[in-house]
């Protein structure tokens, strides 16, 4: 027998950690109408195998808690229950002794506020409202509800014509968003909890990239109704298709040269080829669509004379305005805005950087596509600042790599003070200081400046990319209800006061910034509540049979992801770094998925939704 051992793993406590890591991919796979009284059950029983028990309220409170909530998801509660279940979570809230137990009183109270309607469900009927609305995860969460089992299956058949026929059911821009979403549907596919998430994007950019010219359905009968929309961005777009689809007769006013809002003034083409672009947004225009561009509502022509001539309006006018730092010196020469820049690289404008010293400030995507572009424009040095860490930037994880590995240096902590220039106004330098990480507020830690000498970044374009404001003068003026400086208008997008109930608006203007297909999804939902205003019940279908679900064993399978160019050749050019799927690639990953719509939890409820 010796004295020491040299700890190692023993087979049990690796058996435990991959319990943890599979635990870990179930929690990940957790669709949305999972019941949500059962699982924060199932978090809180957890919680309470971690507690240090160095006090009553969280050692014995923990479980009285779980006790209540499993007598109420078994059908046995009262209302008076829930009185007791806040008084005992807020007790353990107040009087633990350590943040552990603390915290797990706050997940009762959280879920006693956010979804108290399904507690009282089970108190009152014995049932979950969770389990009736049950969704297949990917589905609920593509803003646009896109059939994507549907489409994935007749990718797998060999149909990517059929499988854009059944994307444009819901979504008039498969092209963009098969290179550009930002596939929320993805966080939540039930693949998870066997190995990844679905590359549900890079397949729709695979039955693109493969479908060839799919021709657009017909329109219906003409009304006679006619629809003004404002702003030519991916929403208004949107709502314009469906509308024409439905037979009325649509003008889409645009203030740029080009249509395509953020998609051709903000995304550079290296992300989404421009020609792609262009003909996506001519298959658009094929409907019949009138279109006219330099035209800015509220300058060329008023909203008034606008509301006078239309049966109806839908509001799309995105999120172009800059936002600034608010330091001193930004009004030096060679200080210059994200939305600024990018509306001048959308008309073909190019800067010129060659040899330059370029500073970007920010920390979100808009910040890295110009970063990236100003390394496409061949500056000499191109400096990205921001002034928390790299893991609460909010730009993508590989957009960030994409950047470094392109040769953008990163400089994270450091807050920009001023801006410095010479004699002649021309700005010189950014200063900054360095920041410490502080106490953790709202899920990230405050800053502080550190005891440091401040850095001087020397530049000759200072580039700020904080953030986007709305242009809303024009429309607040004409009566348009606007909240904290966006037009107020609700989930339906009818606005939020009655004034003007043919007037509906939505996408970033509403939401503020936020993504194509958001904007998509609000253009098709106002689509629908404009026919309805107008007296109508127009349906969108698609007459595309879906390929029967297999029995075939889902054995585990990494995903199949699409490369990129390699970065000292991509850096130098504007052509698209990312390559699509092969097709022994995407039948791969096609074969991967679960058909949710067919087996399972999540299996659709009452069929699929083959018209709206
Ligand atoms: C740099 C950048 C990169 C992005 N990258 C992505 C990405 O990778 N993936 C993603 O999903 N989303 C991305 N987004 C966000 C996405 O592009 C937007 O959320 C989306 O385009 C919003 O659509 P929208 O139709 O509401 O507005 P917009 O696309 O902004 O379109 C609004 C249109 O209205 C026009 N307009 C404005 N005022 C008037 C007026 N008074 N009269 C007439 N016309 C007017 C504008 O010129 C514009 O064309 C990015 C945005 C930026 C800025
Ligand atoms: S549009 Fe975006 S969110 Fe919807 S299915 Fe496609 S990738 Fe997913
Ligand atoms: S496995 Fe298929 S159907 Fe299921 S959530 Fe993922 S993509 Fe959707």
């Known amino acids: 027998m010796s004295r020491l051992d040299i700890n190692t793993p023993d087979q049990a406590q690796m058996v435990v950690d991959q319990l943890y890591h599979d635990m870990e991919r179930r929690i990940v796979a957790s669709g949305p109408g999972l019941c949500p009284v059962d699982m924060s059950l199932n978090f809180l029983t957890l919680c309470h195998a971690q507690t240090c028990g160095k006090c009553a309220p969280c050692r014995i409170g923990l479980g ?15 209302m008076e229950d829930l009185d007791v279940l806040e008084e005992t ?8 002794s350590c943040t552990i137990g603390i915290h797990a009183a706050r997940l009762v109270l959280s879920g006693l506020k956010g979804f108290r309607d399904d507690y009282i469900e089970h108190i ?9 609305e049950q969704p297949v995860p990917c589905v609920a ?4 509800k896109v059939d994507i089992p549907g489409y994935i299956a007749l990718i797998r058949a060999g149909r990517s014509d059929d499988a854009v026929r059944l994307i444009r059911k819901d979504n008039p821009f498969p092209v963009a968003c098969g290179y550009v979403c930002e596939h929320p549907c993805e966080a939540r596919c039930r693949r998870h909890m066997l190995d990844d998430p679905i590359n549900i994007r890079a397949l729709k950019r695979y039955a693109v990239d493969t479908a060839g010219d799919v021709p657009q359905p017909a329109c219906a009968e003409p009304t006679g109704k006619r629809i003004a929309v404002i702003g030519g961005g991916p929403g208004g777009l949107s709502c314009a298709y469906y509308l024409s689809l439905m037979g009325h007769s649509v003008t889409v006013y645009e203030k740029q040269k080009h249509l395509g809002g953020m998609l051709r003034y903000g995304i550079p083409s290296y992300r989404f080829p421009r020609e792609l672009l262009d003909r996506e947004i001519d298959s658009i225009l094929s409907l019949g669509i009138e279109v006219h561009t330099n035209c800015t509502i509220g300058e060329d022509i008023s909203f008034d004379e606008i509301h006078k001539n239309f049966d109806s309006i839908y509001i799309a006018i995105g999120a172009h305005n800059d936002k600034k730092a608010g330091i001193p010196g930004e009004e030096s020469k060679g200080v ?6 990018l509306r001048e690289i959308g008309d073909d404008n190019i800067p010129n950087y060659q040899g330059k010293n370029v500073v970007i400030i ?3 995507n808009v910040a890295m596509d110009v970063t990236r572009s100003a390394i496409r424009f061949g500056a000499k040095r191109v400096t990205c600042v921001y002034r928390r860490r790299q893991v609460d930037m909010t730009a993508q994880a590989e957009e960030v790599e994409g950047a470094i590995a ?3 240096v990163l400089m994270t902590m450091h807050s920009p003070v001023r801006i410095e220039s010479d004699e002649n106004g021309n700005v010189t330098a950014l200063i900054t200081q360095k920041q410490l990480t502080g106490e953790i507020k709202r899920n990230r830690p405050s800053l502080m400046p550190d005891e440091v000498e401040e850095t001087r970044i020397p530049a000759d374009v200072i580039v700020e990319a904080i953030g986007q404001g709305i242009d809303i003068n024009a429309f607040e003026v004409a009566g348009l209800p606007v909240y904290r400086g966006a037009i107020s208008a609700l989930s339906n997008s009818h606005l939020s006061s009655d004034s003007m109930d043919d007037v509906f608006a939505g996408g970033d203007c509403v939401s503020g910034p936020a993504s194509a297909i958001r904007a998509i999804a609000a253009g098709k939902v106002a689509a629908a509540n404009i026919d309805e205003y107008l007296g109508f019940n127009h349906e969108i279908t698609v007459d595309v049979d879906i390929p029967d679900a297999g ?17 000292d050749e991509r850096k130098k050019d504007f052509i698209c770094i990312e390559c699509g799927l092969t097709d022994k690639g995407a039948m791969a990953e096609a074969s991967r998925c679960l058909r949710c719509d067919h087996y399972g939890f999540g299996i659709f409820k009452g069929g699929r939704h083959s018209k709206w």
């Open 64 to 78: 009285q808690l779980a006790t209540l909530m499993r007598n109420i998801l078994d059908g046995k509660g009262k």
């Open 89 to 96: 979570a807020q007790d353990i809230a107040d009087t633990a």
């Open 124 to 132: 009152t009927h014995n049932r979950c409202l969770g389990n009736m």
């Open 141 to 144: 969460l593509c803003p646009a």
């Open 336 to 341: 210059t805005s994200a939305v600024e820049l």
């Open 362 to 364: 920010g920390g979100g």
């Open 406 to 408: 392109e040769g953008a």
């Open 551 to 567: 029995l075939d064993d889902k054995t585990p399978h990494a995903r199949v992801n699409t490369t990129e160019r390699n970065a």
